[in-house]
């Protein structure tokens, strides 16, 4: 048995190194992955997180896993609330809305493919354009949000008007969404997102524009390029691009 060091992990559950104390080389203060902040200890205990076993044959080693509680005190670690374990409804209400809806993204394609198989094979919902994304996202919302908007038209721009997908007026929040085919890639994608954007800069009711993109059978390449290049704020109106699922 050798021992053990501490591996350093992203809010968002990404490992950025299995031997921190070992290889400071390999530390960062944030994700580049996501761009997260990172921590090697346990927020509320400071036990590390455990990482590479030394002291064993280099032949022995593995990949080290991201565990989900600490080994000490057994609290959950953040990235663990953000993949639904150890919450109810009351922990996730309970967040910042943005953060509830980001969720709700995060595990869209989970519920998806779960509703594909049914007792006795009844019929369910599939998912194949962005009406049934939307669909499926507006049940879910139902969970969290009571004041959900589907008829609001956006401002004009460029000689037409569009009706947004969801309004979540109390919270003054935007949900557009997509849904990638063949011939919708990164680059028609972001085309129309970069649309969306200009539009929303002049409706009174959006302060934070949440875009989407359900991406199944993964035709956006560089979807964290993607992500990074248009989520900023822009003017007073911050946009947050979300694409799931991801490898």
Request: net charge negative; hydrophobic share 30%.
């Amino acid at each position: 048995m050798g021992t053990y060091d501490a591996q350093q992990v992203c809010s968002k559950g990404h490992q950025i190194t299995d031997s921190y104390y070992n290889k400071e080389d390999e530390r960062r203060d944030r994700c580049e992955k996501c761009g997260s902040s990172a921590i090697n200890k346990c927020p509320e205990c400071g036990e590390d997180i455990r990482g590479m076993e030394y002291g064993i044959g280099a032949s022995d080693k593995q990949a080290v896993p991201v565990p989900e509680f600490c080994a000490k005190c057994g609290t959950p670690f953040p990235w663990t609330s953000l993949n639904g374990l150890g919450e109810n409804k009351q922990d996730i209400k309970s967040r910042e809305p943005h953060g509830i809806v980001w969720t709700i993204c995060m595990g869209f394609h989970s519920v998806a493919r779960q509703l594909k198989t049914r007792h006795g094979d009844r019929q369910t919902i599939t998912i194949d354009d962005e009406y049934d994304v939307q669909d499926l996202l507006h049940a879910l919302l139902r969970l969290f949000f009571d004041d959900i908007r589907k008829e609001e038209w956006t401002p004009s721009y460029a000689g037409g008007s569009a009706r947004m997908d969801f309004l979540l007026k109390r919270e003054s929040i935007v949900i557009e969404t997509k849904m990638t085919r063949r011939g919708l890639g990164d680059k028609e994608i972001g085309e129309q997102l970069i649309v969306d954007i200009a539009r929303y800069r002049a409706h009174p009711d959006c302060k934070r524009l949440i875009c989407f993109v359900y991406d199944p059978n993964e035709f956006v390449r560089n979807p964290a390029g993607l992500e990074g290049d248009l989520s900023k704020t822009y003017e007073k109106l911050e946009v947050e691009v979300l694409i799931f699922p991801k490898k």
